[in-house]
């Protein structure tokens, strides 16, 4: 089908998985249906399973939640394009950017679930090698983030900043003692809240370096293309448009920080601000994230075969 209706898409990252997410796309027929028939095959495992019926602890294995939000949010994806909705650009938070790539064809879908399987495996890894951890930081500025964490890191161990949402929610990263260091020093700074995360290792930091170089290697073996729209990076926070700068970000990707809130500047804090943006996906955590900071666009959460039924409606309305 031609496309109908052209709009930017986000993906949502780890953490936004939940026990019987995409059965509905799984038992409604069509291209969702026809690919989640296929994603056991592509892994040699029974992740559907797991999906549709848990247990959640099983589910939130990083090895297991990252190739099912992949497979939910390229479902989605599958299912939008068969209704005539397409990218007009694509970015993804964390592991959501290798669902954005899938979307916008520069990943085969079977190497995207192998590829984010691998991913999550060696990210567990890492934090049993070297136990680390991250914590929320809410209510204070990137600059004075950055600066506790430099001060920490001179003198207690590593912390950085690994997540920057939006303008009041941060999250960092390293080992565990300087976490906890980091904490108390940003609450004495002005943060309104620090808050532990509940995750295996210490992503998106220094820490995770041995996990990206075997990350790296085996990238090498992917077959990546150019994205058929651009893609906004997370190390960048600019749109990319080749295979090898995909290529190159991606290996970066578990050491760098997700530049979210940039990413989503990028995507609707211009001058002529886009009438809709779709999360593609499970949940609604990066729609409900930016609606307030752009107010002149609609956030659109997809998940669901009832949304799939409202969702060109509901982009009709905006155009």
Not at 3 to 21: D, E, L, N, T
Not at 294 to 305: K, Q, S
Request: hydrophobic share 45%.
């Amino acid at each position: 089908m031609a496309a109908q209706h052209r709009v930017p898409m986000i993906f949502p990252g780890q953490g936004s998985q939940k026990v019987g997410m995409a059965q509905d796309l799984a038992n409604g027929g069509g291209a969702a249906s026809a690919y989640l028939a296929t994603v056991n095959q592509a892994l040699g495992d029974e992740l559907t399973s797991i999906m549709f019926e848990g247990p959640a602890e099983k589910l939130t294995e990083t090895h297991h939640a990252q190739p099912a939000i992949l497979a939910h949010s390229v479902a989605v994806a599958l299912a939008l394009r068969e209704q005539g909705i397409e990218p007009s650009l694509v970015a993804g938070h964390s592991l959501g950017e290798f669902s954005a790539a899938v979307a916008a064809g520069a990943i085969e879908p079977a190497d995207g679930l192998c590829l984010v399987r691998r991913r999550g495996e060696l990210m567990f890894a890492a934090g049993q090698e070297t136990p680390g951890t991250m914590a929320a930081v809410l209510g204070l500025g990137a600059d004075d983030v950055r600066a506790v964490c430099e001060q920490i890191t001179a003198s207690t161990g590593v912390v950085v900043l690994a997540n920057h949402n939006s303008e009041g929610q941060i999250a960092i990263s390293g080992e565990v003692a300087a976490v906890a260091a980091a904490g108390d020093a940003l609450k004495e700074a002005g943060a309104k809240r620090v808050i532990p995360l509940n995750v295996s290792g210490a992503f998106h930091s220094p820490l995770l370096e041995n996990a990206a170089t075997a990350f790296r290697d085996h990238l090498a073996g992917i077959t990546i293309s150019d994205p058929s729209v651009p893609l906004v990076a997370n190390v960048s926070a600019q749109p990319v448009n080749t295979a090898d700068e995909l290529k190159s970000g991606f290996g970066q990707q578990l050491t760098s920080p997700v530049l979210w809130r940039d990413i989503m500047q990028e995507i609707a804090g211009g001058a002529k601000p886009p009438r809709v943006v779709l999360e593609v996906g499970p949940g609604r955590v990066l729609a409900n994230l930016a609606k307030r900071a752009y107010p002149e666009t609609t956030f659109i959460a997809v998940g669901t075969t009832a949304d799939l039924e409202s969702v060109a409606a509901k982009i009709a309305e905006c155009s």
